[in-house]
């Protein structure tokens, strides 16, 4: 029985200003470097089809890098290989995942990704893996994003030729379709259902900078590692993981005292909750200074008839203090500019 082989691929970008590129790389790139996280990802977010066919115990790891000329990017180190069984036929068959971490929408991903596949089967040549007679595997492209607007870019290329072609020509046209994560697309009820480790990353990531949301993403995140058969494992590469991710929203914790989420869980829940403390009370001065804001503004406009622009833009850039400073002058002066100091 031959061995089917799929493969599971990550780009770096080098030639392109990306916010995200490093945290990805440093992450993300971390956590499917181990074989049971490229499993959760199949198995909770790929289509089922896909993932039954596919007996994860023979995951392998391999490594390899090239360049892609169009774009200078280069894809290296993480290639995964599995086997596959069809319709109860066995034959070598690769399968290459290319994770595309984006934080926000490109537009232009079904060319970029036609472009990828095309450099990774001249790869695949050059490198003897396979040849022209033998053939060319098939290739899943899937991008995982997880950018706050919700993805709309083509899902194939061919969308992307308009107007649409006479039927004589859409023969002759390029089709390749990509798989969409996007992970802001779940909701916490859906990742819930998910109770593997991954949909518990992605939580936290849709928590953004919300300090309680990101409590109850942790909380959630260290029961499914509790639960876990492989507890103390998954309980180190996550706790690494969200060690960047805590360093990277500036949380203020003192990360070198996180070693194990498990066992620092209440020194962590205690950071966390004074973080929530902290944004609930500056949540509450925000709306007592737009509150000065709109009772300064309505007396404004009493007192002196429609604003112009720039006491406007004045209003909307000053802190409580001058807020309060202009209240308590307002009956004395005798015009804006007086009252403002223009």
């Not at 798989?179 to 990531?205: A, C, H, K």
Request: glycine share 6%.
């Amino acid at each position: 029985m031959e061995r089917l082989v799929g493969v599971v691929g990550y780009r770096h970008t080098v030639g392109r200003e990306r916010s995200m590129a490093n945290y990805h790389d440093t992450g993300y790139k971390e956590l499917f470097s181990h074989p049971e996280f490229v499993q959760q990802l199949i198995e909770g977010f790929a289509p089922a089809e896909i993932s039954a066919l596919m007996d994860f115990s023979t995951l392998t790891n391999h490594s390899g890098n090239y360049i892609t000329p169009l774009f200078e990017e280069k894809f290296e180190d993480v290639v995964w290989s599995v086997e596959i069984t069809w319709q109860g036929v066995t034959q070598r068959v690769f399968l290459y995942i290319l994770l595309e971490f984006q934080s926000s929408v490109d537009h232009t991903m079904p060319i970029r990704l036609l472009h990828y596949v095309a450099c990774f089967y001249d790869h695949l040549l050059k490198s003897r893996v396979t040849t022209p007679g033998e053939g060319l595997p098939p290739v899943l492209p899937i991008v995982l994003y997880n950018g706050s607007r919700r993805w709309s870019a083509e899902p194939d290329i061919y969308s992307m030729i308009r107007p649409e072609p006479p039927s004589f020509l859409q023969v002759y046209q390029p089709h390749l379709r990509y798989y969409l994560i996007d992970e802001g697309r779940y909701t916490d009820e859906e990742l819930g259902l998910r109770q593997s480790p991954l949909s518990g990353v992605f939580g936290v990531e849709n928590a953004g900078q919300s300090w309680e949301a990101l409590q109850q993403a942790v909380n959630r995140i260290v029961a499914i590692i509790q639960a876990d058969p492989n507890k103390e494992r998954i309980d180190r590469i996550i706790t690494r993981w969200l060690k960047r991710h805590l360093h990277r929203l500036e949380a203020g914790i003192d990360l070198d005292r996180l070693a194990s989420l498990v066992e620092d869980k209440a020194m962590l829940a205690e950071n966390l909750e004074n973080l929530v403390k902290k944004e609930r009370q500056e949540g509450r001065q925000e709306g007592r200074q737009e509150e000065a804001r709109r009772i300064l503004q309505r007396l404004l406009t009493k007192r002196f008839g429609e604003l112009p622009t720039w006491v406007r833009a004045k209003l909307e850039t000053a802190e409580a203090g001058q807020l309060e400073a202009w209240t308590d002058e307002i009956l004395v002066a005798e015009s804006l500019e007086a009252l403002f100091g223009e």
